[in-house]
Nanobody, 124 residues
Framework: QVHLVESGGGLVQAGGSLRLSCVAS????????MGWFRQAPGKEREFVAAISWSAISTYYADSVKGRFTISRDNAKNTVYLQMNSLKPEDTAVYFCAASYLSGSVSYRYEYDYWGQGTQVTVSS
């Protein structure tokens, strides 16, 4: 069992930056692929980024490539999402998730544990 808690969301102007954090409980954090998803009002939850257990491999949605960076610190049981050059269309609730699978894990059903989410609002 893994319990995930996100933080770092908030209100930012377009062009600004935020860094989200997700702290996981449990001793096996380093064995999970970790991902970030987001859900805007009235829309489906969508994949944003994922990182392998070793942090060697990262994957991004096309909409955030070059602007967002996912990273992890296994010693701190924490995964991060650095978001730069934010746009109003990035406004959403951002969720952290953990998967037993490896590779390009980008579908919602591939993740086993979810956090409660943190709101990110980007004003124009």
């Amino acid at each position: 069992q893994v319990h995930l808690v996100e933080s770092g969301g908030g209100l930012v102007q377009a062009g600004g930056s935020l860094r989200l954090s997700c702290v996981a409980s449990g001793r096996t954090f380093s064995s999970y692929t970790m991902g970030w998803f987001r859900q805007a009002p009235g829309k489906e939850r969508e994949f944003v980024a994922a990182i392998s257990w070793s942090a060697i491999s990262t994957y991004y949605a096309d909409s955030v490539k070059g602007r967002f960076t996912i990273s992890r610190d296994n010693a701190k049981n924490t995964v991060y999402l650095q978001m730069n050059s934010l746009k109003p269309e990035d406004t959403a609730v951002y969720f952290c998730a953990a998967s037993y699978l490896s590779g390009s894990v980008s579908y919602r059903y591939e993740y086993d544990y979810w956090g409660q989410g943190t709101q990110v609002t980007v004003s124009s």
